[in-house]
């Protein structure tokens, strides 16, 4: 078998990550290992974790360097596939574990498997991302979208496309690896029969972080892999879209900023930018054209508060 690490990234949730080792110990073997990289929780998080699970690899980092955090997992990890999950997850079992290493075997070019995300005791779907109706949500299909807290990579994959990019601090950072995997020629997959139970922790985080990095970042990944008329249909409907959410729940002013940070970085990240090859560029076209239609998603997304964007 396939060995797997998993790579868990806590900030400032000691009882949902205690709950989530908890949850995996049954799997601990020679060829399942568990990695935990605390992002300078500076709560007692670390020495928990030490004391009731002392069989777990603990990174601890003396402050918060978002998404940087889980390459220091990555980094350590011994595993033919990595699973990063987040903190406050739950429900990875036997079955999965065992199903994502069947999907990967027969799949060579397989860099990144997307779970089924759902609700705490119900089949029913939360963080959908990808450009499908939700009801699709116990398919099978091939994406462009990584959601970094349910995922499983090929350590092959990761070793040539590279680790997320620590500038983006979070959000959109799953977008901009997932685009650098295609360039490399690697395949990315979502799979129903995988799944893990999101239990929304409210610790670490803070209530304009999805407002100002959502809208930061739509800059920073257009910049680097978009073409032109591509980055301007892009740009404009998720600025647009964060613009309103914003807007509607009393965050216009960190909307605003973001966007001129947003446009502050693009000049110097010009100088990294490389357009998607036409593979990429095929594919991604090819995903978009299933995107469900504007009145499906008002209808899913414009009263709804507990959802992200990318």
Partial sequence: MSPVSVVVLTYRRQDAVLALLKDLESLRGEDFEVIVVDNGSADGTAEAIARHHPGVELVVLDENVGVGARNEGLAISRGEIVVTLDDDMLGFGRDDLNRLRDIFAGRPRLGAL?????????????????????????????????????????????????????????????????????????????????????????????????????????????????????????????????????????????????????????????????????ATRAFVEAVDAGRPGFVYLARKRLRQKDFSLE
């Avoid at 680097?224 to 309103?244: E, I, N």
Wanted: glycine share 8%.
């Fill in 114 to 278: 997307n779970f089924k995300v759902t609700r705490p005791g119900s089949d029913a779907v939360r963080d959908w991302v990808h450009h499908r109706p939700v009801e699709q949500a116990n398919d099978a299909f091939d994406t462009y979208e990584i959601t970094e807290g349910a995922v499983a990579y090929r350590a092959a994959a990761l070793d040539a496309a590279g680790d997320y990019r620590e500038d983006f601090f979070i959000s959109h950072e799953g977008l901009e690896l997932a685009y650098r995997l295609l360039d490399e020629g690697w395949e990315i997959a979502y799979d129903g029969r995988v799944s893990v139970e999101h239990h929304h922790a409210a610790g670490g985080r803070t209530s304009w972080r999805r407002y100002y990095y959502d809208t930061r970042n739509l800059f920073w990944v257009s910049t680097l892999h978009h073409s032109f008329g591509y980055a301007v249909r892009y740009l404009v409907l998720g600025v647009t879209a964060m613009g309103y959410y914003a807007l509607r729940d009393g965050f216009l002013t960190t909307w605003l900023r973001a966007v001129r940070d947003g446009l502050r970085g693009v000049s110097a990240l010009k100088r990294e930018r490389r357009v998607w090859t036409p």
